[in-house]
């Protein structure tokens, strides 16, 4: 088992910037691949972006691509979500999740093995 617990959500304004980090315990990090997924109210969980094992390869969703950016930390077993130019449509909770397949970096949800908790992320107009 895989234990993944996110910290850095909050309420802040359209533009502001907030930093999501997901610490991992249980399994060896570095053979995971890491993903953060999203779901505002009333909508379905959708991918944002996703890392590979190694840090070298990251996708984003389109809507997010060029604003966030994932990270990972394999020496602090941590991945990271840094969220720049937020908009109110960025409201949502927010997920880290680790596929245990690390030959492949999957933006879909049913691939993922383990979930954190989720973060709330609100953005005011």
């Known amino acids: 088992q895989m234990q993944l617990v996110e910290s850095g959500g909050g309420l802040v304004q359209a533009g502001d910037s907030l930093r999501l980090s997901c610490a991992a315990s249980?399994?060896?990090?570095?053979?995971?691949?890491m993903g953060w997924f999203r779901q505002a109210p009333g909508k379905e969980r959708e991918f944002v972006a996703a890392i590979n094992w190694g840090g070298d390869r990251t996708y984003y969703a389109d809507s997010v691509k060029g604003r966030f950016t994932i990270s990972r930390d394999n020496a602090k077993n941590t991945v990271y979500l840094q969220m720049n130019s937020l908009k109110p449509e960025d409201t949502a909770v927010y997920y880290c999740?680790?596929?245990?397949?690390?030959?492949?970096?999957?933006?879909?949800?049913?691939?993922?093995?383990?979930w954190g908790q989720g973060t709330q992320v609100t953005v005011s107009s």
């Open positions: 999740a680790a596929d245990s397949n690390r030959y492949r970096v999957t933006t879909t949800q049913y691939d993922y093995d383990y």
């Open positions: 249980g399994r060896t990090f570095s053979r995971h691949v």
